[in-house]
């Protein structure tokens, strides 16, 4: 149950960078985590370890594949990350970690927060990211950036990528909230987990048009009341751990709107439940499954 819930926070980026480019006199330089702990990075980092998939996807992204020299299990995008030595999954291999000599590990607060004091003890600069929501995304994306050398990067993919959102802002502006389909982010099927309103998740689902109907929950994601949702009726359901098929075969869904109007769709989970620079390929397919009528559905 844990790993399915990791999933709900799970984080990734997009393409591999153009060579990288570093400035030494750039350093050093000072980074504020998630803990609000002052890093203190005295030179360019050419041993990082990444503990979450969306952090090497940024990495990556950055053009800092080559420094990378350990990833997680589900590490895979983009593809040639899945040669890299793997350092655990839930459970991080601390001793891994320290064979790999990093001289810097990036963490994922949904993910690795409990390896972050161990691994300092041992020596390690460790360093604590929390893309729970799309602006913590792109913190993150603008603080790895920093202390990597690479800010001008991160800048100039933070300004693409809001580009790539800004279409679906403006048209999402213009839906009153009791217009948007109801919608239930699975994140697990039996139990039932979702993905609550504070979440990156849920903001994607408000940005193509859509509106969440799991409120707050105390950890992004989590179990929820099935009867209750089913009493909330949800009018399109995304899965990101099953099939229509195998989600439906449940009969507690078959009276559901989502259900009797064949709006239940699977999305590939790496582009929808990790905080990464491919979160607007999520948006335009949610959009077009919200509204497939819609002449903006394709934007």
């Not at 000072?30 to 969306?54: F, H, Q, Y």
């Not at 064979?99 to 690795?112: C, N, T, W």
């Not at 209750?228 to 559901?256: C, H, R, Y």
């Not at 607007?280 to 394709?298: H, I, M, T």
Request: net charge positive.
């Amino acid at each position: 149950m844990f790993k399915k819930l990791i999933l709900c926070m799970a984080v990734m980026l997009m393409l591999t960078g153009p060579p990288a480019v570093y400035a030494e006199n750039d350093f050093p330089v000072t980074v504020t985590d998630s803990r609000g702990k002052k890093i203190i990075i005295e030179s360019r980092p050419k041993r990082i370890v990444s503990l979450a998939p969306s952090l090497t996807e940024i990495l990556s992204s950055l053009g800092l594949y080559g420094s990378l020299v350990g990833v997680t299990n589900r590490c895979n995008y983009p593809p040639e990350v899945k040669k890299l030595p793997k350092v655990g999954d839930v459970f991080i291999d601390r001793e891994k970690v320290v064979s790999l000599r990093p001289d810097l590990v990036i963490a994922e607060a949904a993910l690795s927060r409990g390896v972050v004091a161990p691994l300092e003890k041992l020596g390690l600069k460790v360093m604590l990211m929390n893309s729970s929501s799309l602006d913590g995304f792109e913190d993150t994306l603008l603080k790895i950036g920093k202390a990597t050398g690479k800010s001008d990067v991160s800048k100039k993919l933070l300004e693409e990528f809001r580009s790539r959102l800004s279409g679906f802002e403006k048209a999402s502006a213009k839906i009153p909230l009791e217009k948007r389909p109801g919608v239930l982010i699975e994140i697990q099927a039996r139990p039932l987990f979702a993905a609550g309103e504070s979440t990156f998740m849920s903001d994607i689902v408000f940005l193509a048009g859509g509106r969440n109907i799991i409120g707050r929950l105390p950890i992004g994601c989590g179990p929820v009341s099935l009867e209750k949702v089913i009493k909330d009726d949800p009018q399109v359901i995304i899965l990101t751990d099953s099939t229509p098929g195998e989600f439906l075969s449940m009969p507690a869904w078959k009276n559901t709107s989502a259900a009797k109007n064949n709006r239940v769709f699977a999305i590939n989970p790496d582009i929808f439940v990790r905080p990464t620079l491919r979160l607007p390929e999520a948006l335009k397919q949610l959009k077009g499954w919200f509204y497939p009528r819609s002449k903006e559905a394709g934007r």
